[in-house]
């Protein structure tokens, strides 16, 4: 790893901690001595977790690790995790509370309580159920931010289907890969979704996917959002608003095992292919819902605003499961941040009266280049709370989101965790902990994390390592679908009997933790991760191109930024002469087949890559240019040549 020296001095000589503002935590529900609970008797703090929900048949064994890595939580237990979200709330005479005020971008509104939630979430179950769907099928969605989302996500968690979000910005091919991956046998849609004002054409992205026969799909189910004739496909195809006319509001929900899965979700690793990670219903929905009101710090009268698309996992955590298992009140947005203005999340949080609000760094630095007029001309004096996911937070945009946004006076709490792990693994206490800005702390109470060097030995205090949990957690991922082994190769391997995040880590003098971004392949781009090998590997498709690499450069407001090195094919020289502009060309290419987020943001055309005399492309030379650095040390290369003509060809663009 390489160590830049102010990541040391954070360490060594960590930045003064942010005591809690005078009674912040007074009438918190989060216990002083929770981590003393966790720590005294680790099992049983999970249990107690897990009985805070509701169980049809409870369990009586807490943990199965008798066949690591393979976890089994909660397993002699029963539960339906959609009556947890919705039908517990209902009999607990919270129906009319509201559950989700959503705001679409045009402005429309929607105001959904536990009670409309209940009788929509049992409608689409039967619904779904009318469709042969039950136990066991995968049902994959790709649906903007709207609350049919949140309808079919619980309706298949209710009659046990288990759901695979695809994410509204990926492409054909992603949607046609994960559903052949897991033999989805519905496809639930829109007819598009609205972005900045304009149309983006979901339906003929999963048209286009389903094109080649050969896959599981039986029906697709398309919900009308804008106004945007479709094509429907007779047989296959079918209108939510027409079918579900009629459908009974009543649906008796069974239990499932505790094991039982709930849901896949792809993320990119460092190969090609994307892994879809899956979770079991008890076990995941415990720490959902635990973390969530920890974290956060969760009261009664909060409303609180995740920014996440539900098509990443913070979505699946923090704006379903977790919030609604504890019965908050949310807010859910349709649309981008800034449409029509970049005052829209500010309008959304004064309207609404948010109290906490969850987003990433990425958006905090880019609202810090817009600068701080826009938030204060709003009344955001309602916030209490804010929380940071996706990439390490930097001391200034910590400083900026509690001094601007958080009117100087609101706790901020870095919370990290993956896709693998399910909810937060390290966050600080919100409701008594000093906070330092820039790092997440401490373990989550009842999760078990060590810092350690290459050979998996604890690193001292002021040092840095690699991230590693040495414990299971209930929410960890259950493995990769249809892939245990590649499960137990990408994570449990390099360090026997743990499991390796794949994050660079310090640990401070008082014993914080400070996380440093992937060690691996994998660039964060805009809290987005991405895989420098798929992109590759797309690149390489493509006709023109001989071969590539991909970096991802340092960027001031996206974290990492994706640059790509094509060498093209001399035998397709006459074809790419003939375009005008054969770079854009490629990076289209990525985002079509890949997804808009995949587009590199720099894309050079190159004779050749710098490689080592045994062939190994040295990208840390090519992230070391794209970051405007100078070439380091070139001494291993074949030609020394190569990395100047390309270092030459980067300085002239940045
Ligand atoms: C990777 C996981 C967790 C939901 C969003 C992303 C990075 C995440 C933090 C944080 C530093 C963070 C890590 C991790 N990451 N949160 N608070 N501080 N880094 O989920 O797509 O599964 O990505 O995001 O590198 O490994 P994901």
Redesign the pocket.
């Known amino acids: 790893m390489h160590a830049s020296d102010d990541k040391i001095q954070k360490l060594i000589n960590p930045i003064e901690s942010v005591a809690p503002a005078p009674g912040f935590g007074d009438g918190s529900s989060v216990p002083l001595d929770i981590r003393a609970q966790a720590e005294a008797d680790r099992l049983g703090f999970w249990a107690d977790r897990a009985r805070e929900l509701e169980w049809q048949t409870p369990f009586t064994e807490v943990l199965d690790w008798s066949n690591p890595p393979f976890a089994r939580w909660f397993h002699d237990g029963k539960i339906n995790v959609a009556v947890n979200c919705v039908d517990r709330h209902v009999a607990a005479g919270n129906g009319d509370r509201v559950a989700i005020h959503w705001e679409g971008e045009p402005g429309d509104t929607r105001t959904i309580t536990y009670n409309d939630l209940h009788r929509e979430v049992q409608r689409t179950a039967n619904l779904l159920e009318s469709f042969g769907i039950g136990k066991g099928d995968v049902v994959a969605i790709y649906l903007p931010m709207i609350p049919e989302t949140v309808f079919a996500m619980l309706a298949c968690a209710r009659i046990g289907a288990v759901h695979s979000v695809i994410f509204g910005g990926f492409s054909a091919d992603a949607i046609r890969s994960r559903v052949d991956s897991a033999s989805a046998k519905l496809v639930i849609t829109a007819n598009g979704s609205v972005r900045k004002g304009r149309v983006f054409p979901l339906k003929e992205t999963v048209d286009k996917a389903l094109e080649t026969p050969g896959h599981s799909v039986e029906k697709v189910l398309v919900v009308r959002r804008p106004e945007h004739e479709i094509d429907m496909v007779d047989g296959r195809d079918v209108w939510w608003h027409d079918v579900i006319e009629g459908v009974s509001d009543t649906h008796e929900a069974q239990a499932f095992d505790a094991e039982h899965p709930l849901f896949i979700l792809y993320?990119s690793g460092t190969t090609g292919q994307p892994k879809g990670l899956w979770h079991a219903s008890g076990g995941y929905l415990t720490q959902a819902a635990y973390t969530h009101r920890t974290s956060f710090d969760l009261r009664d009268n909060d409303i609180y605003w995740c920014s996440a698309d539900v098509g990443?996992?913070?979505g699946h955590s923090y704006t379903v499961y977790g919030p609604l298992a504890n019965g908050a009140t949310q807010v859910m947005y349709e649309g981008t941040h800034d449409y029509p203005s970049l005052d829209r999340w500010f309008e959304i949080i004064e309207r609404y009266g948010v109290t906490i609000f969850y987003t990433a760094p990425t958006a905090i630095r880019g609202f810090m280049k817009t600068g701080r007029e826009i938030p204060l001309r709003h009344n955001l004096s309602s916030l209490r709370v804010l929380g940071?996911?996706?990439?390490?937070i930097n001391p200034e945009a910590w400083e900026w989101f509690r001094d601007v946004i958080g009117s100087g006076k609101t706790p901020i709490v870095?919370?990290?965790?993956?896709?693998e792990t399910g909810a937060h693994m390290i966050a600080p206490l919100v409701s008594q902990d000093a906070l330092k800005p820039g790092s997440?702390q401490r373990p989550v109470p009842g999760v078990v994390v060590e810092v350690v060097d290459e050979n998996g030995n604890r690193v001292d205090p002021g040092q840095m390592g690699l991230l590693t949990i040495t414990e299971p957690w209930p929410s960890m991922a259950r493995g990769i679908w249809g892939d245990d082994q590649r499960f137990i190769e990408t994570y449990w391997s390099q360090f026997p009997g743990r499991y390796f995040?794949?994050?660079g880590a310090g640990v401070d003098l008082d014993g914080d933790l400070w996380?440093l971004?992937?060690v691996d392949d994998v660039m964060?781009v805009s809290?987005?991760?991405l895989s420098t090998a798929e992109i590759e590997a797309t690149l390489d498709e493509h006709p023109f191109v001989a071969e590539s690499a991909v970096v991802g450069a340092d960027d001031e407001t996206t974290g990492q930024a994706v640059v790509a090195f094509a060498v093209l094919k001399h035998s397709q020289r006459e074809a790419i002469a003939a375009e005008d502009d054969v770079e854009t060309l490629l990076r289209k290419h990525v985002a079509a087949s890949i997804g808009a987020i995949a587009r590199p943001k720099m894309l050079f055309a190159v004779e050749e890559l710098p490689k080592t005399r045994s062939g190994k492309i040295m990208r840390r030379l090519l992230k070391d240019v794209s970051e405007g650095k100078p070439v380091g040390d070139t001494s291993t290369l074949t030609d020394a040549a190569v990395m100047d003509a390309i270092a030459q060809k980067v300085a002239a663009r940045l």
Do not use: F, I, K, M
């Open positions: 993320t990443w996992v913070t940071s996911v996706g990439e390490p870095d919370t990290w965790w993956q896709t997440a995040a794949g994050d996380l971004g992937r964060n809290g987005h991760r």
